[in-house]
T-cell receptor, first 113, second 111 residues
Framework: GENVEQHPSTLSVQEGDSAVIKCTYSDSASNYFPWYKQELGKRPQLIIDIRSNVGEKKDQRIAVTLNKTAKHFSLHITETQPEDSAVYFCAAIVSGGYNKLIFGAGTRLAVHP | DGGITQSPKYLFRKEGQNVTLSCEQNLNHDAMYWYRQDPGQGLRLIYYSQIVNDFQKGDIAEGYSVSREKKESFPLTVTSAQKNPTAFYLC??????????FGPGTRLTVT
């Protein structure tokens, strides 16, 4: 079945450094790739998304890149801050309707002051 | 809160009892979803619904049931057949091809 793999599972950086989280998907027909941030005990919230007709998208300190040929997409956070500490999930939409998303297992990011 | 609510926030039940979790949205979204999240893990899809009176099993539907009698509501029943029901349950809604908005979640503990 469809599957999304996410790496690393944990990531520790110093404040001001960059963080990169990578995902691989299996459904070659997927065309929508959101990234969610989840703080402890709270709901996941969308931070950025990308569609298959673009290769990169930026929003201030956050960027997402997509390589459709390799079926890879990545989240890049620059100038990390302690409030970026959270669990980040990537996801890919499953082709065939119903807007069904398959989520990666998550990356726990810790930003140390 | 993004127009999607779940209640209650915390729920405690004895083993063997069925329990129903509420999910309501006023975003006029067609699609609604239920996910289960276990500590330190990702989101696993239980059921989803594209339109009223239609729903599909997700990856872990066994021991759960849903209904979609109204566009705004998608309640989830955790039955006694679900072997490990203790988890954090998240409801979401969306329109076709767009962002899924999540509710605040219900933390269910079964003892």
């Amino acid at each position: 079945g469809e599957n999304v793999e996410q790496h690393p599972s944990t990531l520790s950086v110093q404040e001001g450094d960059s963080a990169v989280i990578k995902c691989t998907y299996s459904d070659s027909a997927s065309n929508y790739f959101p990234w969610y941030k989840q703080e402890l005990g709270k709901r996941p919230q969308l931070i950025i998304d990308i569609r298959s007709n673009v290769g990169e998208k930026k929003d201030q300190r956050i960027a997402v890149t997509l390589n459709k040929t390799a079926k890879h997409f990545s989240l890049h956070i620059t100038e990390t801050q302690p409030e970026d500490s959270a669990v980040y999930f990537c996801a890919a939409i499953v082709s065939g309707g119903y807007n069904k998303l398959i989520f990666g297992a998550g990356t726990r990011l810790a930003v140390h002051p | 809160d993004g127009g999607i609510t779940q209640s209650p926030k915390y729920l405690f039940r004895k083993e063997g009892q069925n329990v129903t979790l509420s999910c309501e949205q006023n975003l006029n979204h067609d699609a609604m979803y239920w996910y289960r999240q276990d500590p330190g893990q990702g989101l696993r899809l239980i059921y989803y619904s594209q339109i009223v009176n239609d729903f599909q099993k997700g990856d872990i539907a066994e021991g759960y049931s849903v209904s979609r009698e109204k566009k705004e509501s998608f309640p989830l029943t955790v039955t006694s057949a679900q072997k490990n029901p203790t988890a954090f349950y998240l409801c979401a809604s969306s329109n076709q091809g767009n962002e899924q908005y999540f509710g605040p979640g219900t933390r269910l503990t079964v003892t």
